[in-house]
C-alpha cells in the first residue's frame, strides 16, 4: 500500500510489485544511462524506415493470428512514432472480429491517442466514440491527459464530463490531470481536481501529497487539505502527508501529522506506516507505542475489510518487533480468513527466525490452506535453510503430507541457494526428485530463482548453467533475467547465443525482441541492426525491429536523470 525508499530487502518485499517485461527492462538500464534525445540516436537508425520495413516483412505473412497480432503491434508503434496514417493502414489489416476485436481496439486508441498529442482532437474523441464503452473510457482519459500536458485543463476537464461517475479510468485521469494542475502552481485547483476521484479511490490526493511535500510544501498542503469538506477524504489525505514525509524521511514529521487524524481506517494506517520504519530502524519500544495508536484507529473502523487489512499488518509488526504474543491476540481480532492467513504465516516466519520452530509450527497449523497460499511451512523451511539448518529443515520436510502443493524441498533448495549454498541447492533438488508428488513446475521454479540469484549476483556463466536444467516450458523467464544481464554487460552476442536455444519460433521472437528492446533503449541502434539483418523469419524479425523501435521511443520520452 505504501512505497518507502531506502528498506532493507524484507521491507521491500513487503510492496513488491510486478511489472511488464518493458518496464522491468527500463529499470534495468536506467542508472546506467542518461537521458537519450530522439535526435541523439545513431541516424542510421531511421524510425520511419524501419516500420516501414516492418510493414513489408508483415504483409508477406500468410492470413492467420500471427499476421493480425503483428499488424496491431506494428499500428500501435506507428501511432505512438506519430506516423497516424501508417498506424490506420496497420487497421484495416486486423479483420474484424478477430480476438473480439481487441487488437483493433488497442490500436484504435492509441491513434486516437496520437491525434490528442497533434492537436487534432475532433478526430480523436471521433474514434473514441466508436470504441465499445471500457476501450472509450480509458481512451477518452487520455485524451484529457494530453490537453492537460498541453497546458489547456479547462478543456480536458470538458473532456472528462464525457466520461461515466465512479470508474477506474474518470478515477486515474482526474488525479493525473489534478496532479498537473498542482505542479504547475494551482494547488488548490489540483486538489480539487483529483477529490472528484475520491468517492473511487479514497487516495486519490497522495500523488500530490508526495510531490508537495518533496518540494518543501508541506504547510501549504496542510492549509489546503483543511479546507477539503469530507471528513474521510481530509483523512485520507493526511494519511497520504504522512506517507510522504516518510518517504522523505521525516518521521517526527509524520508523527505530528498523524496525531492529527481522528481514529479510523486511514489514522490506523499512518501510525502503521510509522511503527514499520522505526521498527526496521531498530526503535522497538517506539515502534510498539505507535502500534498501540494503530490499533486504537482500526477499533473505530466499521469496515470489515478495511479493518481486517490493517489488523493483519498491525500483526505482522508486532511479530517483526518481537512481540509475538500480541501478534497472535491482534489475529484473533481480524475476520477475514485471507487476511488472518497473511498474518499467521508472517508470524510464523518471525518466530522461526526467532529460534522457535515448534511454536511456529504450530502458528502455521491454524493457516488455512483452502484460502490462500502459499502456506507458512514454505517460509519456515527456507529460513531455516538460509540460516544453514538444513537437516532440521529436511526432516521437517520428511514428516509433512506428500501430496502438499507447495513442495516444501523446493522452498529448502532456495534457502540454501539465498545462503550461497549453491551446489547444496542443487544436490539437495537432485535428491529429492521421488520425494512425494513434486510437481515439475515447482522444480522449475525452484531452479529459476537459483538463477536469478546468479544473475544478481554477477555470476552469469552460472545461471546459464542452472537454466539449463529447467524444462523447455519453464525456461523462458529465467533466459529472459541471464540474457537480459548479458545486455547490460554489452555482451550481447552473448545473450543472442543463450536465445538461440529457444524451441518455438514465438518463443524465439518474444525474447529477441527483449533484447533489441534492451540494445536500442541503451542507444546501441547501430549492434541491433547488425544482428536483426541475420534473422530469416519474416515473423521473428518483424517481432524484433518493434522491440527496438519501442525501445527508442521509450528511451526518447524518459525524464532527464538528476
Known amino acids: 500500500m505504501m512505497k518507502i525508499g531506502n528498506m532493507n530487502k524484507e521491507g521491500q518485499e513487503r510492496y513488491a510489485k510486478v511489472v511488464y517485461w518493458p518496464c522491468l527492462v527500463c529499470l534495468l538500464f536506467f542508472s546506467t544511462t542518461g537521458h537519450v534525445l530522439a535526435s541523439d540516436i545513431n541516424e542510421s537508425f531511421d524510425v520511419q524506415v524501419i516500420l516501414k520495413q516492418v510493414a513489408g516483412l508483415v504483409s508477406t505473412l500468410k ?6 497480432v503483428l499488424s496491431g503491434e506494428l499500428g500501435v508503434v506507428q501511432a505512438k512514432a506519430g506516423h497516424i496514417g501508417d498506424a490506420s493502414r496497420s487497421l484495416v489489416g486486423i479483420p474484424d472480429g478477430f480476438q473480439n476485436d481487441y487488437q483493433k481496439n488497442r490500436l484504435k486508441k492509441e491513434i486516437s491517442l496520437a491525434q490528442a498529442r497533434t492537436d ?12 465499445s464503452s471500457l476501450e472509450r473510457e480509458f481512451t477518452l482519459g487520455g485524451i484529457a491527459l494530453e490537453k492537460a500536458k498541453s497546458g489547456d485543463v479547462p478543456e480536458a476537464l470538458l473532456i ?10 474518470k478515477a486515474d485521469a482526474l488525479k493525473a490531470i489534478g496532479e498537473i494542475q498542482a505542479k504547475r502552481g494551482d494547488l488548490r485547483g489540483g486538489i480539487q481536481t483529483a477529490l472528484q476521484a475520491a468517492d473511487n479511490d479514497p487516495q486519490a490526493l497522495w500523488g500530490i501529497a508526495k510531490k508537495q511535500i518533496k518540494l518543501g510544501h508541506l504547510k501549504e498542503m496542510l492549509a ?7 471528513e474521510l477524504s481530509r483523512q485520507y489525505a493526511l494519511w497520504g502527508v504522512v506517507l510522504a514525509q516518510i518517504d522523505s524521511k521525516d518521521i517526527p514529521g509524520a508523527i505530528e501529522v498523524a496525531k492529527t487524524i481522528p481514529d479510523g481506517h486511514a489514522s490506523a494506517n499512518a501510525w502503521e506506516d510509522i511503527a514499520f520504519v522505526q521498527i526496521e530502524a531498530g526503535s522497538i519500544q517506539e515502534g510498539l507505542a505507535n502500534l498501540k495508536r494503530a490499533l486504537g484507529g482500526a477499533s473505530a473502523s466499521q469496515n470489515s475489510l478495511a479493518k481486517s487489512d490493517i489488523l493483519w499488518r498491525i500483526a505482522v509488526c508486532q511479530a517483526k518487533a518481537g512481540d509475538v504474543a500480541s501478534a497472535l491476540q491482534t489475529t484473533e481480532l481480524v475476520e477475514i480468513v485471507a487476511h488472518k492467513n497473511y498474518a499467521l504465516r508472517e508470524i510464523a516466519v518471525y518466530q522461526a527466525k526467532a529460534g522457535d520452530v515448534k511454536e511456529a509450527l504450530q502458528t502455521a497449523s491454524r493457516f488455512n490452506a483452502e484460502i490462500s497460499g502459499p502456506p507458512p511451512y514454505v517460509f519456515i523451511l527456507q529460513d531455516l535453510a538460509r540460516s544453514g539448518k538444513v537437516n532440521q529443515a529436511l526432516q521437517i520436510a520428511d514428516s509433512l503430507d506428500s501430496e502438499l502443493e507447495y513442495s516444501p524441498y523446493e522452498a529448502i533448495a532456495v534457502g540454501q541457494a539465498e545462503s550461497g549454498d549453491i551446489a547444496g541447492a542443487l544436490r539437495n533438488l537432485d535428491a529429492i526428485k521421488g520425494k512425494g508428488e513434486m510437481a515439475p ?19 552469469l556463466e552460472e545461471a546459464v548453467r542452472i537454466v539449463s536444467m529447467i524444462d523447455e516450458p ?4 529465467a533466459l529472459r533475467d541471464v540474457s537480459l544481464a548479458y545486455v547490460k554487460e554489452g555482451k550481447v552476442d552473448r545473450a543472442l547465443e543463450i536465445v538461440s536455444s529457444i524451441k518455438g519460433e514465438q518463443a524465439l521472437a518474444d525474447l529477441s525482441q527483449k533484447i533489441a528492446y534492451a540494445q536500442a533503449f541503451q542507444g546501441d541502434t547501430q549492434g541491433v541492426m547488425k544482428w536483426t539483418q541475420k534473422i530469416a523469419s519474416p515473423f521473428v524479425k518483424s517481432t524484433v525491429l518493434l522491440g527496438a523501435v519501442q525501445g527508442i521511443l521509450d528511451a526518447s520520452n524518459r525524464p532527464i536523470l538528476q
Open 224 to 230: 489546503e487539505i483543511r479546507r477539503i469538506p469530507p
Open 63 to 68: 492470413d492467420g493470428p500471427d499476421k493480425y
Open 441 to 459: 513446475y515447482n522444480r522449475a521454479m525452484a531452479f529459476e530463482k537459483i538463477s536469478y540469484m546468479q544473475v544478481q549476483n554477477g555470476h
Open 120 to 131: 487534432k482532437m475532433a478526430e480523436a474523441l471521433n474514434i473514441a466514440a466508436s470504441l
Open 474 to 477: 519453464h525456461r523462458a523467464r
Open 160 to 169: 472528462l464530463q464525457r466520461m461515466r461517475m465512479g470508474t477506474n479510468a
